[in-house]
């Protein structure tokens, strides 16, 4: 089984910066998307940014020109980097790695909170 271990998260004021990791345990193959979501209190999980397999890079609308997904097949990693933050950006973080065949892995999530 593989897992996703996350990393990075925690409490940064308003205007700071974070950067978020992913890594899984071993090796994967035939990885289609790799991706973060977000989870806020009381809202649906949703979809942050997302980098396909080829190399197209999706981003919330909320996040774009502040966040910054990137990923690395070979060692299947994926970051995100978020710049700019801001209190609505607070929510658990979920690593997600999506494979060709429809097999998802999800990690067991990271907080960030913004807040000064």
């Known amino acids: 089984q593989v897992q996703l271990v996350e990393s990075g998260g925690g409490l940064v004021q308003p205007g700071g910066s974070l950067r978020l990791s992913c890594a899984a345990s071993?090796?994967?193959?035939?990885?289609?998307?790799m991706g973060w979501y977000r989870q806020a209190a009381g809202k649906q999980r949703e979809l942050v940014a997302a980098?396909?397999?080829?190399?197209?890079?999706n981003y919330a609308d909320s996040v774009k020109g502040r966040f910054t997904i990137s990923r690395d097949s070979v060692r299947n990693t994926v970051s995100l980097q978020m710049n700019s933050l801001k209190p609505e950006d607070t929510a658990v973080y979920y690593c997600?790695?999506?494979?060709?065949?429809?097999?998802?892995?999800w990690g067991q999530g990271t907080q960030v909170t913004v807040s000064s």
């Open positions: 071993r090796s994967i193959y035939s990885i289609d998307t």
């Open positions: 980098s396909t397999r080829g190399d197209t890079t």
């Open positions: 997600n790695i999506y494979l060709l065949n429809g097999q998802k892995y």
